[in-house]
Protein backbone atom coordinates (compact mmCIF):
# COMPACT_ATOMS: atom_id res chain seq x y z
CA UNK A 1 0.00 0.00 0.00
CA UNK A 2 1.41 3.68 -0.84
CA UNK A 3 0.47 6.28 1.70
CA UNK A 4 0.27 9.44 -0.31
CA UNK A 5 1.50 10.53 -3.90
CA UNK A 6 0.33 12.52 -6.74
CA UNK A 7 -1.22 11.60 -10.10
CA UNK A 8 -2.47 13.26 -13.26
CA UNK A 9 -4.25 13.37 -16.46
CA UNK A 10 -4.76 15.65 -19.47
CA UNK A 11 -7.54 16.83 -21.21
CA UNK A 12 -7.47 15.96 -24.75
CA UNK A 13 -7.99 17.28 -28.11
CA UNK A 14 -9.77 15.13 -30.80
CA UNK A 15 -7.87 15.84 -34.43
CA UNK A 16 -10.41 13.76 -36.06
CA UNK A 17 -12.73 10.40 -35.90
CA UNK A 18 -15.69 11.67 -33.67
CA UNK A 19 -18.95 9.59 -32.54
CA UNK A 20 -16.62 6.45 -34.43
CA UNK A 21 -15.67 5.29 -30.86
CA UNK A 22 -18.65 3.30 -30.20
CA UNK A 23 -19.83 2.42 -33.38
CA UNK A 24 -16.31 0.03 -33.19
CA UNK A 25 -14.49 2.82 -35.06
CA UNK A 26 -11.47 4.41 -35.11
CA UNK A 27 -10.43 8.44 -33.87
CA UNK A 28 -6.97 10.48 -33.63
CA UNK A 29 -6.73 12.56 -30.54
CA UNK A 30 -3.81 13.66 -28.51
CA UNK A 31 -3.44 14.62 -24.55
CA UNK A 32 -3.49 18.71 -24.02
CA UNK A 33 -0.79 20.23 -22.48
CA UNK A 34 -3.37 20.73 -19.74
CA UNK A 35 -4.17 18.60 -16.59
CA UNK A 36 -5.80 17.52 -13.72
CA UNK A 37 -4.13 16.56 -10.84
CA UNK A 38 -4.90 15.02 -8.00
CA UNK A 39 -2.82 14.94 -4.69
CA UNK A 40 -4.39 11.67 -2.69
CA UNK A 41 -3.39 10.53 0.89
CA UNK A 42 -4.61 7.22 1.59
CA UNK A 43 -7.52 6.73 4.31
CA UNK A 44 -7.96 3.48 6.67
CA UNK A 45 -11.71 4.37 7.37
CA UNK A 46 -13.38 3.27 4.05
CA UNK A 47 -14.31 6.91 3.31
CA UNK A 48 -13.44 9.02 0.26
CA UNK A 49 -13.52 12.62 0.33
CA UNK A 50 -11.99 15.29 -2.33
CA UNK A 51 -12.25 18.62 -2.52
CA UNK A 52 -11.39 20.30 -6.12
CA UNK A 53 -9.94 23.84 -6.72
CA UNK A 54 -13.11 24.62 -9.24
CA UNK A 55 -15.83 22.94 -7.20
CA UNK A 56 -17.04 25.32 -3.94
CA UNK A 57 -18.54 21.84 -1.99
CA UNK A 58 -16.22 18.96 -0.88
CA UNK A 59 -17.56 15.67 -1.30
CA UNK A 60 -17.57 12.60 0.91
CA UNK A 61 -18.56 8.99 0.52
CA UNK A 62 -18.52 5.66 1.83
CA UNK A 63 -17.16 3.37 -0.10
CA UNK A 64 -17.74 1.34 -2.35
CA UNK A 65 -20.43 3.91 -2.48
CA UNK A 66 -24.00 3.35 -4.31
CA UNK A 67 -24.82 4.38 -7.85
CA UNK A 68 -26.69 7.65 -8.15
CA UNK A 69 -25.99 8.87 -3.91
CA UNK A 70 -23.95 11.80 -5.76
CA UNK A 71 -24.42 14.52 -8.39
CA UNK A 72 -22.74 17.49 -9.52
CA UNK A 73 -18.73 17.51 -9.32
CA UNK A 74 -18.71 14.85 -7.10
CA UNK A 75 -20.68 12.02 -9.39
CA UNK A 76 -17.28 12.12 -11.89
CA UNK A 77 -15.18 11.31 -8.39
CA UNK A 78 -17.55 8.87 -7.01
CA UNK A 79 -18.49 7.47 -9.60
CA UNK A 80 -14.94 6.48 -10.65
CA UNK A 81 -14.44 4.75 -7.04
CA UNK A 82 -18.05 3.10 -7.67
CA UNK A 83 -16.98 1.75 -10.81
CA UNK A 84 -14.01 0.27 -9.58
CA UNK A 85 -15.34 -1.54 -7.28
CA UNK A 86 -18.64 -2.84 -9.76
CA UNK A 87 -14.99 -4.06 -11.70
CA UNK A 88 -13.75 -6.02 -8.69
CA UNK A 89 -10.75 -3.57 -7.99
CA UNK A 90 -10.75 -2.80 -4.06
CA UNK A 91 -9.06 0.38 -3.14
CA UNK A 92 -8.72 1.83 -0.17
CA UNK A 93 -10.27 5.38 1.45
CA UNK A 94 -8.44 8.24 0.64
CA UNK A 95 -8.27 12.38 0.65
CA UNK A 96 -8.25 13.63 -2.97
CA UNK A 97 -7.26 17.63 -3.42
CA UNK A 98 -7.58 18.31 -6.81
CA UNK A 99 -6.67 21.49 -9.08
CA UNK A 100 -6.71 21.76 -12.84
CA UNK A 101 -6.42 23.73 -16.20
CA UNK A 102 -7.93 22.26 -18.59
CA UNK A 103 -11.21 24.37 -19.20
CA UNK A 104 -14.84 22.52 -18.15
CA UNK A 105 -17.07 22.33 -20.10
CA UNK A 106 -15.55 23.16 -23.25
CA UNK A 107 -15.26 19.74 -25.59
CA UNK A 108 -11.86 19.08 -23.75
CA UNK A 109 -12.75 16.42 -21.77
CA UNK A 110 -12.06 18.17 -18.72
CA UNK A 111 -14.38 15.31 -17.09
CA UNK A 112 -12.25 12.37 -18.21
CA UNK A 113 -8.98 14.49 -17.17
CA UNK A 114 -10.75 14.56 -13.77
CA UNK A 115 -12.28 10.53 -13.85
CA UNK A 116 -8.92 9.48 -15.38
CA UNK A 117 -6.49 11.45 -12.45
CA UNK A 118 -8.61 10.00 -9.01
CA UNK A 119 -9.05 6.20 -10.99
CA UNK A 120 -5.11 6.50 -11.16
CA UNK A 121 -4.61 7.79 -7.54
CA UNK A 122 -7.09 5.10 -5.86
CA UNK A 123 -5.81 2.06 -8.11
CA UNK A 124 -1.88 3.36 -6.93
CA UNK A 125 -2.73 3.95 -3.53
CA UNK A 126 -3.54 -0.12 -4.02
CA UNK A 127 -0.53 -0.52 -5.20
CA UNK A 128 -2.47 -1.64 -8.77
CA UNK A 129 -1.53 -1.52 -12.42
CA UNK A 130 -4.49 -1.40 -14.31
CA UNK A 131 -4.07 -1.98 -17.75
CA UNK A 132 -5.18 1.00 -20.16
CA UNK A 133 -7.88 -1.16 -21.81
CA UNK A 134 -9.50 -2.32 -18.65
CA UNK A 135 -9.13 1.31 -16.62
CA UNK A 136 -10.51 3.41 -19.76
CA UNK A 137 -13.98 0.77 -19.79
CA UNK A 138 -14.14 1.54 -15.74
CA UNK A 139 -13.97 5.07 -16.31
CA UNK A 140 -16.53 4.66 -19.23
CA UNK A 141 -18.90 3.03 -16.54
CA UNK A 142 -18.41 5.92 -14.28
CA UNK A 143 -19.55 8.16 -17.15
CA UNK A 144 -21.85 6.07 -18.38
CA UNK A 145 -23.60 4.78 -15.55
CA UNK A 146 -22.98 6.97 -12.71
CA UNK A 147 -22.62 10.57 -14.38
CA UNK A 148 -25.22 9.51 -17.00
CA UNK A 149 -23.11 10.81 -20.25
CA UNK A 150 -23.47 8.42 -22.64
CA UNK A 151 -19.57 8.40 -23.93
CA UNK A 152 -17.59 6.21 -25.66
CA UNK A 153 -14.16 4.84 -25.14
CA UNK A 154 -12.11 7.92 -27.13
CA UNK A 155 -11.72 10.54 -24.28
CA UNK A 156 -10.31 8.28 -21.33
CA UNK A 157 -8.27 6.34 -24.11
CA UNK A 158 -6.75 9.18 -25.26
CA UNK A 159 -5.86 10.45 -21.44
CA UNK A 160 -4.34 7.85 -20.51
CA UNK A 161 -2.40 6.52 -23.55
CA UNK A 162 -1.13 9.41 -25.10
CA UNK A 163 2.82 10.30 -25.58
CA UNK A 164 4.08 13.57 -25.91
CA UNK A 165 4.65 14.82 -29.70
CA UNK A 166 2.55 11.81 -30.99
CA UNK A 167 -1.27 11.22 -31.71
CA UNK A 168 -3.08 8.51 -30.21
CA UNK A 169 -4.73 6.74 -33.24
CA UNK A 170 -7.18 4.87 -31.31
CA UNK A 171 -9.50 1.77 -33.03
CA UNK A 172 -12.15 1.14 -30.85
CA UNK A 173 -13.14 -2.14 -31.88
CA UNK A 174 -9.52 -3.86 -31.15
CA UNK A 175 -8.98 -1.30 -27.98
CA UNK A 176 -5.74 -0.40 -29.21
CA UNK A 177 -4.15 3.34 -29.31
CA UNK A 178 -0.99 3.30 -30.80
CA UNK A 179 1.32 6.35 -30.75
CA UNK A 180 1.96 8.01 -34.41
CA UNK A 181 5.06 10.57 -34.45
CA UNK A 182 3.55 14.32 -35.04
CA UNK A 183 6.57 17.07 -35.52
CA UNK A 184 3.90 19.66 -35.99
CA UNK A 185 6.71 22.16 -35.46
CA UNK A 186 9.02 21.27 -37.78
CA UNK A 187 6.52 21.35 -40.42
CA UNK A 188 6.16 24.97 -39.13
CA UNK A 189 2.38 24.21 -38.12
CA UNK A 190 0.64 24.41 -34.81
CA UNK A 191 -3.11 23.30 -33.60
CA UNK A 192 -4.99 26.05 -32.66
CA UNK A 193 -7.64 25.27 -30.30
CA UNK A 194 -11.06 27.71 -30.33
CA UNK A 195 -13.36 27.67 -27.69
CA UNK A 196 -16.20 28.61 -28.52
CA UNK A 197 -17.94 28.84 -25.10
CA UNK A 198 -21.06 27.23 -26.20
CA UNK A 199 -22.26 25.73 -23.92
CA UNK A 200 -22.26 21.66 -24.16
CA UNK A 201 -24.11 19.17 -21.91
CA UNK A 202 -23.93 15.61 -23.09
CA UNK A 203 -26.21 14.48 -20.79
CA UNK A 204 -29.29 16.01 -22.28
CA UNK A 205 -31.03 13.75 -25.15
CA UNK A 206 -28.77 14.98 -27.93
CA UNK A 207 -26.08 12.97 -27.70
CA UNK A 208 -28.18 10.12 -26.91
CA UNK A 209 -30.02 10.14 -30.13
CA UNK A 210 -27.63 10.06 -31.92
CA UNK A 211 -26.34 7.28 -30.85
CA UNK A 212 -29.71 5.44 -30.87
CA UNK A 213 -30.08 6.46 -34.22
CA UNK A 214 -26.29 4.67 -35.41
CA UNK A 215 -27.38 1.57 -33.07
CA UNK A 216 -30.95 1.51 -34.85
CA UNK A 217 -28.83 1.35 -38.40
CA UNK A 218 -26.36 -0.86 -37.51
CA UNK A 219 -29.27 -3.60 -36.07
CA UNK A 220 -31.43 -3.07 -39.47
CA UNK A 221 -28.26 -3.62 -41.54
CA UNK A 222 -27.04 -6.73 -39.56
CA UNK A 223 -24.12 -5.80 -38.05
CA UNK A 224 -22.98 -5.79 -34.75
CA UNK A 225 -21.17 -1.77 -34.85
CA UNK A 226 -21.57 0.19 -38.25
CA UNK A 227 -17.47 0.16 -37.97
CA UNK A 228 -18.30 -3.23 -39.76
CA UNK A 229 -19.87 -2.17 -42.68
CA UNK A 230 -16.08 -1.09 -44.44
CA UNK A 231 -14.46 -4.36 -43.09
CA UNK A 232 -15.69 -6.29 -46.23
CA UNK A 233 -16.49 -3.48 -48.05
CA UNK A 234 -15.04 -0.42 -49.32
CA UNK A 235 -16.54 2.90 -48.42
CA UNK A 236 -18.88 3.22 -51.20
CA UNK A 237 -19.90 -0.16 -51.09
CA UNK A 238 -20.79 0.66 -47.38
CA UNK A 239 -22.65 3.77 -48.30
CA UNK A 240 -24.27 1.88 -50.62
CA UNK A 241 -25.98 -0.05 -48.36
CA UNK A 242 -27.87 2.55 -46.61
CA UNK A 243 -30.66 2.83 -49.64
CA UNK A 244 -31.69 -0.17 -47.33
CA UNK A 245 -32.49 2.42 -45.03
CA UNK A 246 -34.23 4.71 -47.18
CA UNK A 247 -37.07 5.36 -44.80
CA UNK A 248 -35.20 6.35 -41.94
CA UNK A 249 -33.14 9.33 -43.04
CA UNK A 250 -31.97 9.87 -39.94
CA UNK A 251 -30.49 6.92 -39.41
CA UNK A 252 -28.89 6.96 -43.18
CA UNK A 253 -26.92 10.69 -41.84
CA UNK A 254 -25.76 9.56 -38.85
CA UNK A 255 -24.49 6.27 -40.43
CA UNK A 256 -23.14 8.26 -43.44
CA UNK A 257 -21.20 10.57 -41.29
CA UNK A 258 -19.72 7.25 -39.29
CA UNK A 259 -18.71 5.36 -42.53
CA UNK A 260 -16.83 8.39 -44.04
CA UNK A 261 -15.50 9.65 -40.55
CA UNK A 262 -13.73 6.42 -39.94
CA UNK A 263 -12.56 6.93 -43.47
CA UNK A 264 -11.44 9.94 -43.19
CA UNK A 265 -9.53 9.29 -39.76
CA UNK A 266 -7.34 6.30 -41.65
CA UNK A 267 -6.27 8.98 -44.20
CA UNK A 268 -5.23 11.61 -42.09
CA UNK A 269 -3.03 8.97 -40.02
CA UNK A 270 -1.61 7.66 -43.47
CA UNK A 271 -1.19 11.67 -43.94
CA UNK A 272 0.95 12.21 -40.87
CA UNK A 273 2.94 8.87 -40.98
CA UNK A 274 4.44 10.37 -44.29
CA UNK A 275 5.15 13.46 -43.00
CA UNK A 276 2.39 15.23 -45.49
CA UNK A 277 1.00 17.49 -42.69
CA UNK A 278 -0.49 20.22 -44.73
CA UNK A 279 -2.94 18.17 -46.49
CA UNK A 280 -4.28 16.91 -43.13
CA UNK A 281 -6.77 20.12 -43.57
CA UNK A 282 -8.67 19.59 -45.71
CA UNK A 283 -9.59 16.31 -44.48
CA UNK A 284 -10.64 18.43 -41.30
CA UNK A 285 -13.12 20.69 -43.17
CA UNK A 286 -14.71 17.71 -44.92
CA UNK A 287 -14.91 16.16 -41.42
CA UNK A 288 -16.76 19.09 -39.99
CA UNK A 289 -19.48 19.62 -42.82
CA UNK A 290 -19.80 16.23 -42.32
CA UNK A 291 -20.84 16.85 -38.79
CA UNK A 292 -22.78 19.79 -39.13
CA UNK A 293 -24.72 18.38 -42.30
CA UNK A 294 -24.71 14.51 -41.92
CA UNK A 295 -24.34 14.50 -37.67
CA UNK A 296 -26.31 17.54 -37.12
CA UNK A 297 -24.43 18.14 -33.67
CA UNK A 298 -22.73 21.45 -34.80
CA UNK A 299 -23.87 24.52 -33.97
CA UNK A 300 -23.69 28.54 -34.99
CA UNK A 301 -20.90 29.63 -32.98
CA UNK A 302 -18.60 26.53 -34.35
CA UNK A 303 -19.67 26.88 -37.81
CA UNK A 304 -18.47 30.70 -37.48
CA UNK A 305 -15.26 29.43 -36.14
CA UNK A 306 -14.48 26.87 -38.76
CA UNK A 307 -15.89 29.19 -41.40
CA UNK A 308 -13.82 32.32 -40.38
CA UNK A 309 -10.60 30.44 -39.47
CA UNK A 310 -11.04 29.00 -42.93
CA UNK A 311 -10.86 31.90 -44.58
CA UNK A 312 -8.25 33.64 -42.62
CA UNK A 313 -5.97 30.90 -43.92
CA UNK A 314 -6.10 28.12 -41.39
CA UNK A 315 -5.75 24.85 -43.42
CA UNK A 316 -8.34 22.99 -42.07
CA UNK A 317 -10.95 22.81 -39.47
CA UNK A 318 -13.52 21.24 -37.58
CA UNK A 319 -15.52 20.93 -34.68
CA UNK A 320 -13.90 18.50 -31.67
CA UNK A 321 -15.52 16.49 -29.35
CA UNK A 322 -19.54 15.42 -28.56
CA UNK A 323 -20.25 18.64 -30.44
CA UNK A 324 -23.30 20.87 -29.51
CA UNK A 325 -20.83 23.45 -28.89
CA UNK A 326 -17.35 23.29 -26.96
CA UNK A 327 -14.16 23.61 -29.06
CA UNK A 328 -13.00 24.13 -32.61
CA UNK A 329 -9.48 22.37 -33.78
CA UNK A 330 -7.97 24.45 -36.24
CA UNK A 331 -4.16 23.38 -38.12
CA UNK A 332 -2.62 26.61 -39.07
CA UNK A 333 1.27 27.77 -40.28
CA UNK A 334 2.28 29.59 -36.91
CA UNK A 335 3.08 32.65 -38.88
CA UNK A 336 -0.74 33.17 -39.58
CA UNK A 337 -1.73 32.16 -35.58
CA UNK A 338 -2.27 35.28 -34.36
CA UNK A 339 -4.44 36.47 -37.59
CA UNK A 340 -6.73 33.53 -37.10
CA UNK A 341 -7.00 34.37 -33.72
CA UNK A 342 -7.57 37.86 -34.39
CA UNK A 343 -10.45 37.40 -37.49
CA UNK A 344 -12.08 34.92 -35.15
CA UNK A 345 -12.20 37.39 -32.46
CA UNK A 346 -13.51 40.19 -34.39
CA UNK A 347 -16.51 37.58 -36.21
CA UNK A 348 -17.64 36.54 -32.79
CA UNK A 349 -17.62 40.42 -31.85
CA UNK A 350 -19.78 40.91 -35.37
CA UNK A 351 -22.06 38.13 -34.26
CA UNK A 352 -22.76 39.08 -30.97
CA UNK A 353 -21.22 35.74 -29.68
CA UNK A 354 -19.18 35.30 -26.37
CA UNK A 355 -15.78 36.13 -26.48
CA UNK A 356 -13.83 32.91 -27.48
CA UNK A 357 -10.66 31.39 -25.96
CA UNK A 358 -7.65 30.29 -27.59
CA UNK A 359 -4.87 27.53 -26.57
CA UNK A 360 -2.48 26.70 -28.90
CA UNK A 361 -1.33 22.79 -28.59
CA UNK A 362 1.51 20.39 -28.85
CA UNK A 363 0.84 17.04 -28.15
CA UNK A 364 1.60 15.91 -24.69
CA UNK A 365 1.74 13.18 -22.07
CA UNK A 366 -0.47 11.18 -21.22
CA UNK A 367 -1.69 10.57 -17.96
CA UNK A 368 0.60 9.03 -14.59
CA UNK A 369 2.18 9.39 -11.58
CA UNK A 370 4.12 12.86 -11.07
CA UNK A 371 5.27 12.23 -7.06
P1 LIG B 1 -15.84 18.55 -20.69
O1 LIG B 1 -15.49 17.18 -20.28
O2 LIG B 1 -15.87 18.72 -22.15
O3 LIG B 1 -15.01 19.60 -20.02
P2 LIG B 1 -18.26 17.85 -19.32
O4 LIG B 1 -19.59 18.52 -19.23
O5 LIG B 1 -18.20 16.46 -19.77
O6 LIG B 1 -17.35 18.81 -20.21
O7 LIG B 1 -17.55 17.91 -17.91
C1 LIG B 1 -17.47 19.11 -17.18
C2 LIG B 1 -17.84 18.83 -15.74
O8 LIG B 1 -16.83 18.00 -15.15
C3 LIG B 1 -17.86 20.07 -14.87
O9 LIG B 1 -19.09 20.72 -14.94
C4 LIG B 1 -17.59 19.48 -13.50
O10 LIG B 1 -18.77 18.93 -12.94
C5 LIG B 1 -16.66 18.34 -13.78
N1 LIG B 1 -15.24 18.70 -13.60
C6 LIG B 1 -14.25 18.59 -14.52
N2 LIG B 1 -13.06 18.98 -14.00
C7 LIG B 1 -13.31 19.35 -12.72
C8 LIG B 1 -12.51 19.86 -11.65
N3 LIG B 1 -11.20 20.06 -11.78
N4 LIG B 1 -13.12 20.13 -10.48
C9 LIG B 1 -14.43 19.92 -10.32
N5 LIG B 1 -15.23 19.45 -11.27
C10 LIG B 1 -14.70 19.16 -12.47
MG1 LIG C 1 -16.61 15.41 -20.68
Excluded at 50 to 62: C, H, I, K, N
Excluded at 209 to 238: I, K, N, P, Q, Y
Amino acid sequence: MTDAGTWSAPGRVNLIGDHTDYNGGFALPCALPRRTTVLARRRDDGLLRARSAGATEPLEVRLPGVRGEVDGWGAYVAGVAWALAEAGVSVPGADLEITSDVPLGAGLSSSHSLECAVALALTGLADLEVPVPELARIVQRAENDYVGAPTGLLDQTASLASVADHLTFIDARAETALPVPCDLAAAGLELLVIDTRAAHALTDGAYGSRRDACERAATRLGVGTLRELTDDLDVDGALARLDDLADDPEAVRRARHVITENARVLEVVDLVRTGRLRDVGPVLTASHASMRDDFENSVPEVDLAVETATAAGALGARMTGGGFGGSVVALVDTALVAAVEARVRAAYADAGFAEPGFLTVVPARGAGRDA
